[in-house]
Nanobody, 121 residues
Framework: QVQLVESGGGLVQPGGSLRLSCAAS????????MGWYCQAPGKQRELVAS???????NYADSVKGRFTISRDNAKNTVYLQMNSLKPEDTAVYYC???????????????WGQGTQVTVSS
């Protein structure tokens, strides 16, 4: 089995910064894309940022220039550096990874449990 464990959420004032981490563990053979999604109350889950195994990144327009996604392939970990946070960034942030587990022939998407980010004064 594969598990994704997130950390780093919390309460921050507008203009502040947070760094989210997500570590994948278990019977992992390889990981393709990893990403972060957010879901605000009453809204659908949406992509924030993603990164391929070779480092190609993609960002939602709303976070370009403020958020940076990165990964450490040796640690099976993805990060999201969040700067210049705004109240509208408030949401539960979920980690996603496209993983090929040992004994399987294809990739499956796995999700973390989510971490709350609240931006408020």
């Amino acid at each position: 089995q594969v598990q994704l464990v997130e950390s780093g959420g919390g309460l921050v004032q507008p203009g502040g910064s947070l760094r989210l981490s997500c570590a994948a563990s278990g019977s992992i053979l390889s990981i393709a894309a990893m990403g972060w999604y957010c879901q605000a109350p009453g809204k659908q889950r949406e992509l924030v940022a993603s990164i391929t195994s070779t480092g190609t990144t993609n960002y939602a327009d709303s976070v370009k220039g403020r958020f940076t996604i990165s990964r450490d392939n040796a640690k099976n970990t993805v990060y999201l550096q969040m700067n210049s946070l705004k109240p509208e960034d408030t949401a539960v942030y979920y980690c996603n990874a496209e993983v090929k587990a040992r004994g399987w022939f294809t990739y499956y998407h796995y999700w973390g449990q989510g971490t709350q980010v609240t931006v408020s004064s």
